[in-house]
């Protein structure tokens, strides 16, 4: 027997699996991709969270060296229908329990997930937690005071590395990364410096890049101070090009707020139109926050818009050569429609080299 | 971009006849198209030869035709209707073929009509082999290695270079007509030959074989702006090599890794904008099982059977959106009617499993060839949906009404080991029964796969299945604990298996489960995985702890669909539920549809306030009458499914709306039924009910030979044919009990020869209304819905007429039928008899209430509601008969089947039908027979081979088709009768004689039409059978009874004296019944 217990009280009782946990808190939240589940579990974007797959049938095609987006699994636990215990995939190289077993990740199975997401739908995100036992009557208020603390400086890199390449030198600033960032970029021969998240504006200039990309990660943006302040020297000194967290923080950085969602954007069949190319694509989300368009500055221009909710899901600067989106180009889990940012991205750098000059006389 | 204003008129194509390939699907998404166009405001021009569909009722077109499916035809009409547009991509390939054959003829550009939607060069670049070929290559897809050809020896050279086996696709055929997988030289030559002759280009791609791969299939939809999505995709359970038609699917993909899935998905995306395609598209896979190696294996251009499964496993409205975008919308632009908030722009997600189960005719043609491969032979299809694989699996199972209530097989389970190995190579029908039971008996999922190809993950799921079912059976009773039945229930189990292993009643496992609180609980199907708060009331049943459907009782009315297509019940049941639903919305009832086709009308979301995809089972319906408490239950327009489950709904306590119980019985009971004409003095064939051969030999000697043997409580004849002697008795008997376990007896009757005609009759249990009384042209011994039936009756005298009527008017009323009747009669020696009533709507009910403008289901729901017939302004008695003809024809699918005895009888074998309406009666038999695709060119040659009974009647026939000019060729006994009668025909040599004999004949392709008539038509040895058979291979129309003969010649002598068709509209009958008798 295992437990899903959500802040207002309400018990989901099913049967555990993965490693064996007491008592394991997160923000409960639900992903409505049917496939991916490897790459959901190890989005550094997820740590602290416990996930819920709408699609009923998880592990299906079993675990394996390729699919992960980081080292681990960064969730905190993991809800789903049924948890497929045999596997079938000419890749699979093991079983998701065992997976999550070897991890420490506490898994709950066999409980009325659809039900449990109406719920999250209908009253919002909230936090949860998991427990091989009933829980005591105490710990809702344990559930309701927790947050996940500094849950970026979790899952940034420790320090600068180097991927070598062919082509231009691109910074990264690792939030949270998802590895298929990485590979977006080195897919198009760049070479990449990643830098930890609190690496100052100055360091980073000093190796010279072509480009700055700002990558995904976990958490409230308002919570990261320092890289906002850090971003604030960057914006304008070089192309940048930011996704999810790194999109959110840029425009916190330059004037712009941002509000949570009432139960975020987490799948892989979110439409957003590009406006500039009139086109709608089907992207890859995960994300609790979006950018409060009243509060946008003059020089930021929506560039993207969710077209299930119209929030925002990319702004262009007008004054530098930047432009970030929440969704994912880099797909994994997901479509990889939107592929073609990386390659305006890259494009940009090129530019950017020619009028380097101007740009910092905007700034 | 908005709406396009030139558009004002839209020609719409429909798919004519149901055949194997083509089924209801296309009446699902050209009602669709219709409706949606006409939300646009804009006129409707409707063309589709099949009257038993949705799209062709007033209510759904502006100008409804059903005429002839060719280009003349088409061409009449837009030269009189004058559309603006076309709308090619709906009408399956039937529609698709003709749109392109009058755009590439110039008929399109001669009056003005531009086709919408996708481009007709980019259907010429996905549906040409080489064009396509060619556009893979250019964008970068894998396509199988092949080559086109138009000549076997090219294909030859192709194998002997790529190694066999090769697979041939003809191009521009439906269902994979005339494919198949050649293993050598010899097959090859074979197949590729029978291609070349069905395609309509005379073109074969032959391609390597990836029989193996896994078969995965993307429906896509692209807007003019360039805006694409996938809608869903599928995965074949059956390897590539098995039709996907004949496979089973389930959607979502299983086995796909995220990576796979997007590489696929990307791929189709990549096809789709390639080709430029606006409005739906699907795109199939051959995914390699060890690599991430795919080949594109095919791309339809339009709506397919795939695209309504997509639309219904997933919510999203294909056929709406793919006709939207073509009158000028974009994705974005759309509205998702099933959130009513979002945009069509996004992709569905699912958060439950869909299972399609293909209907096989295999248990009505028990002689037919049932291995499966590139031909699809399934008539229809069965989808359910479930919170995981097993409960979606054993829902199919039980929605295919083959007797089936778990995975135990009976025919499987009698097998040696050796025997079930060898039967897990044979892709039959049967297959997956033997794999459960091979499974059963404990070989591995690895052996299993190794052989059969179908992915472990699915072997597993079985496995757990029937691991399952034998523990219970070991242990009986005592496995139902709260927590085993639990389980149980949410794998799927029926009650009635769980009682049957634990040797208790299926009641007290119901009982069991409500005292211990397992309980079904029903989850909306919303497009989005309860993301967003949906309007569609669409449901499926689990066993889970929350319930979304929360009807308030005693307000909607249920009525129970008639599930998948299959011989002998068709789309016309569809269409007869579809019209009681909206007559009880009229009536101010919720309404209420239990079904699992997903081809269908009465599935598409918004046709009822709730749709419930459920199997058609006492238990599943009952779980959904004890949530919705009804009003009442309308049992009489599901066909046979839903008559069946009478018993059941007013056991479980709900009223049936209608004919009651106890009467339905007494029209169904032999016994009781002939107490009943016999007390009324109404005649009808001598007969009696046996259950064994003994006892019908005995009874059928008493009664004197030919005699008509049939089970009871079947449809479509099943079953039924014409004894002659008592080894027929004999061999009938045995066939009739393999179906086993005969609950109900077998009636034999004496043989009546006589004109058949049939009645649909509308009773409120005090008057009746008969729209019309039909006739049908051959005589009684073809199975009604084989015959070609015309209304309103030809040759009826005055007296006969008021005697029908009024032996209908007394039936029903001692009947007290409160609907729908259907009454077949037959007129021998001018004395009428009684051959079968059936207390329910029946297959003429659709084409009788479009040409007679009485709309016949609306008011027959209301009479089940209580209303008198007499308040509703239709009258009473016999409608007089309106100023035309209307002749159903039926169509068959012999090409799909090998091996099936092509000459009708008393078993019903045509999958569908097609109308001929005229003023004129010849020219009505005309157009009815061209729309049944029975063209005869004007010269050229006839064979004639009749049995001695046939030949003098022959005689007439003979001469009016030598002075048609034709040249008439004839077997020895034929030839010596016609010569003697001084018609000249040419001898021909029996197949065993030297060339140039009947096969050289067949083959040599002058044969414009073969009348033959069977001596014994089961003897597959005989001359005649081998005649009939050719002549499907060949395309050679083949006709079986001189009835049918006499009626095409008559329509021939017409079809000289005139230079074109005129075409009648629906809207040109609009003028009311005048008066009444």
Redesign the interface.
């Known amino acids: 027997m295992a437990y899903l217990v959500l802040e207002d009280g309400s018990v989901y009782e099913g049967e555990g699996f993965g490693a064996t946990r007491t008592d394991v808190i997160g923000e409960v939240v639900f992903n409505t991709g049917m496939t991916g589940y490897q790459e959901i579990l190890t989005d550094p974007s997820c740590y602290g969270q416990i996930v819920l797959m709408t699609y009923p049938l998880i592990g299906n095609y079993g675990v394996n060296w390729e699919d992960p987006e980081s080292l681990r699994p960064q969730v905190k636990a993991f809800a789903v229908r049924e948890l497929c215990e045999v596997p079938s995939n000419w890749h699979s190289e093991g079983s998701l329990n065992d997976y999550l077993k070897r991890h420490g990740i506490m898994g709950i199975q066999g409980i009325d997930t659809r039900a449990l997401t109406r719920k999250l739908r209908s009253r919002g995100t909230m936090r949860g937690m998991l427990s091989e036992r009933m829980p005591a009557p105490g710990s809702l208020a344990a559930m309701r005071s927790y947050t996940a603390v500094r849950p970026v400086d979790a899952v940034t890199c420790a320090e600068r590395f180097e991927i070598p390449g062919k082509g231009p030198t691109v910074a990264v600033l690792d939030l949270g990364l998802k590895a298929s960032i990485l590979s977006s970029l080195r897919a198009r021969g760049c070479r990449l410096l990643v830098y930890p998240a609190h690496t100052p504006a100055q360091e980073i200039l000093r190796d010279e890049p072509g480009g700055l990309v700002l990558t995904n990660g976990p958490g409230n943006p308002n919570e990261n101070p320092e890289i906002i302040e850090n971003l604030r020297s960057l914006a304008g000194r070089l192309p940048i090009f930011g996704i999810c967290l790194g999109h959110q923080l840029l425009a916190l950085a330059c004037g712009a707020d941002t509000q949570p969602l009432r139960y975020g954007h987490r799948g892989s069949n979110h439409p957003v139109k590009d406006l500039d190319r009139d086109r709608v694509y089907i992207t890859s989300q995960n994300h609790g926050y979006t950018i409060v368009e009243e509060t946008l500055p003059a020089n930021m221009r929506i560039s993207h818009r969710n077209w299930n909710d119209q929030t925002i899901e990319g702004i262009r600067y007008e004054d530098h050569p930047t432009f970030t989106v929440q969704f994912h180009p880099e797909a994994s889990p997901g479509p990889k429609d939107t592929g073609y940012l990386f390659d305006e991205f890259i494009g940009s750098l090129t530019v950017s080299n020619k009028i380097s000059g101007n740009a910092n006389r905007m700034n | 971009m908005p709406l396009n204003s030139n558009i004002k008129k839209v020609l719409v194509i429909g798919s004519g006849p149901i055949v194997i390939g083509q089924a209801a699907e296309f009446d699902y998404a050209g009602t669709q198209a219709c409706r949606a166009l006409r939300e646009e405001g804009i006129k409707v021009v409707l063309v589709n030869s099949n009257p038993a569909t949705i799209m062709t009722d007033p209510d759904i077109a502006d100008y409804v035709y059903m005429e002839p499916l060719c280009p003349d035809s088409i061409r009449s009409i837009i030269r009189r209707e004058r559309p603006d547009s076309l709308l090619p991509t709906l009408g399956g390939q039937t529609g698709l073929n003709l749109a392109m054959e009058l755009h590439e003829s110039g008929v399109l550009a001669e009056y003005g009509v531009r086709m919408l939607g996708t481009p007709a060069e980019s259907i010429r670049r996905a549906e040409d082999r080489e064009a396509f070929k060619q556009t893979m290559e250019e964008i970068g897809e894998p396509c199988i290695d092949s080559v086109i050809v138009h000549e076997i020896d090219t294909a030859l050279e192709f194998a002997a270079r790529a190694g066999y086996p090769v697979i041939v696709r003809p191009a521009y055929t439906l269902g994979g007509e005339g494919g198949g997988i050649a293993g050598d030289d010899i097959e090859l030559a074979r197949i590729c030959a029978d291609g070349l002759r069905y395609s309509r280009v005379g073109q074969c791609l032959i391609e390597k074989s990836v029989a193996g791969f896994k078969e995965i299939e993307y429906e896509a939809i692209r807007d003019a ?5 996938t809608v869903c995709n599928m995965e074949n359970v059956d390897p590539v090599g098995i039709h996907t038609g004949d496979s089973i699917v389930v959607a ?8 796979e ?2 590489m696929l ?2 791929s189709a ?1 990549n096809i789709i904008s390639a080709l430029k395609i606006e409005g739906g598209c699907n795109i199939q896979f051959a995914l ?4 991430a190696r795919y080949y594109v294996i095919e791309v339809n251009p339009r709506l397919s059977r795939s695209s309504a499964l997509a639309s219904k496993a997933t919510g999203y409205p294909i056929a709406k959106v793919a006709t939207r975008i073509a009158v000028g919308y974009a ?2 632009e759309i509205v998702n009617s099933v959130t009513g ?3 069509a ?9 869909v299972v399609k189960f293909p209907r096989w005719p295999f248990d009505k043609f028990t002689t037919a060839e049932k291995t499966l491969g590139s031909r699809m032979k399934a008539t229809g299809e069965v989808m359910s949906i479930g ?3 097993e409960s979606a699996f054993l829902k199919a199972v039980r929605s295919l009404e083959l007797g089936l209530w778990s995975l135990e097989f009976r025919d499987a389970l009698k097998t040696s080991d050796e025997e079930l190995e060898r039967l897990l190579h044979w892709q039959s029908d049967e297959r997956i029964f033997v794999v459960t039971e091979a499974l059963r008996r404990g070989v591995s999922p690895r052996h299993i796969y190794d052989i059969t190809r179908i ?3 699915y072997l ?1 799921k079985l496995q757990n299945i029937v691991r399952t079912e034998e523990s219970v059976k070991a242990a009986g009773k005592s496995y139902l604990t709260a927590q085993n039945l639990r389980r149980m229930k949410r794998m799927g189990f029926a009650d009635r298996a769980i009682a049957a292993w634990c040797g208790i009643a299926e009641k007290d496992v119901r009982d069991m489960r409500r005292r211990m609180g397992i309980l079904p ?1 029903f ?1 909306m199907v919303d497009t ?6 949906a309007v569609s009331p669409y449901y499926y049943s689990t066993y ?3 319930n ?1 459907a929360n009807p308030a009782p005693g307000r909607s009315v249920v009525v129970l669909g008639s599930g998948p297509i299959r011989i002998g019940q068709g789309v016309e049941f569809d269409y007869c539920s579809v019209h009681s639903v909206w007559a009880l919305k009229e009536a101010g009832y919720e309404t209420v549809i239990i079904n699992n086709n997903p081809e269908t009308v009465s599935t598409d979301f918004d046709t009822s306030d709730r749709l419930y995809f459920e199997p058609l089972t006492p238990e599943d319906v009952g779980n959904v009458l004890d949530l919705e408490r009804p009003v009442g239950v309308v049992v009489q327009f599901g066909g046979q499914t839903a008559i069946k489950l009478a018993q059941a709904v007013e056991e479980m306590g709900y009223t049936i709306l209608g004919t009651p119980l106890a009467d339905i019985d007494a029209a169904e009971d032999r016994k009781q039924f002939d107490a009943l004409v016999e007390r009324l003095g109404i005649l009808r064939p001598q007969g009696g009910t046996v259950f064994t051969a003994e006892e019908a030999l005995e009874l059928a000697r008493r009664l004197g030979y030919p005699v008509l043997v049939r089970p009871s409580y079947v449809l479509g004849g099943q079953g039924m044919q014409i004894a002659h002697s008592d080894a027929d008795i004999c061999e009938f008997m045995a066939v009739i009990n393999r179906y086993g376990r005969q609950d109900h007896p077998i009636l034999v009757d004496k043989y009546l020869s006589g004109k058949e005609i049939e009645v649909d009759a509308i009773s409120d249990g005090e008057d009746i209304l008969i729209p019309g009384i039909m006739e049908h042209i051959e005589r009684s011994g073809v199975h009604s819905g084989d015959s070609i039936s015309v209304y309103p009756a030809f040759s009826l005298s005055r007296r006969l007429q008021d005697t029908i009527v009024e032996t209908t008017r007394r039936l029903s009323i001692a009947l007290h039928v409160r609907g729908m009747i259907n009454i077949q009669y037959i007129v021998s020696n001018d004395e009428l008899y009684i051959i079968e009533v059936n207390p329910r709507s029946s297959r003429t009910v659709p084409y009788i209430s479009k040409v007679t403008g009485v709309p016949m289901v609306a008011l027959a729901t209301r009479c089940a509601l209580g209303e008198g017939l007499r308040a509703m302004g239709y009258g009473t008695g016999l409608v007089p008969a309106r100023d035309l003809f209307a002749v159903k024809v039926p169509v068959f699918s012999f090409e799909k089947l090998p091996d099936l005895e092509v000459s009708l009888g008393p078993e019903m074998k045509s999958t569908g039908e097609v109308l001929g309406l005229s003023r004129d009666y010849s020219e009505a038999v005309l157009k009815g027979l061209l729309a049944a695709v029975m063209r005869i060119p004007d010269s050229g040659d006839i064979l004639l081979s009749v049995q001695d009974n046939d030949k003098q009647d022959l005689l007439p026939l003979a001469e009016d088709l030598a002075a048609l000019g034709y040249n008439l060729y004839a077997t020895a006994g034929t030839a010596h009768v016609l010569n003697h009668g001084y018609v000249a025909a040419s001898l021909v040599g029996r197949f065993s004689e030297p060339s140039p004999n009947l096969a050289d004949m067949i083959r040599g392709g002058h044969v414009r039409l073969i009348i033959n008539t069977a001596t014994k038509g089961r003897d597959r040895r005989r001359d005649g059978f081998r005649i009939r058979r050719m002549a499907v291979e060949y395309k050679i129309p083949c006709l079986t009874s001189l009835d049918t003969a006499r009626a095409l010649i008559q329509s021939l002598k017409l079809n000289r004296t005139r230079t074109e068709i005129t075409p009648l509209g629906l809207h040109e009958l609009t003028q009311t019944p005048r008066g009444t008798q």
């Open positions: 702006k360039g805006n694409c999505i979502p993909s299983q086995t796909l890794r995220d990576a899935h997007q998905r990307a995306v390699d099982t060890d690599s994705l974005d908030k979002t945009y722009s996004f992709e569905p997600t699912l958060d439950y499993v919170a995981n694989f992915d472990q993950w597993y609980t989850k989005c995985g309860a993301e967003f708060d889970d702890t929350e979304e």
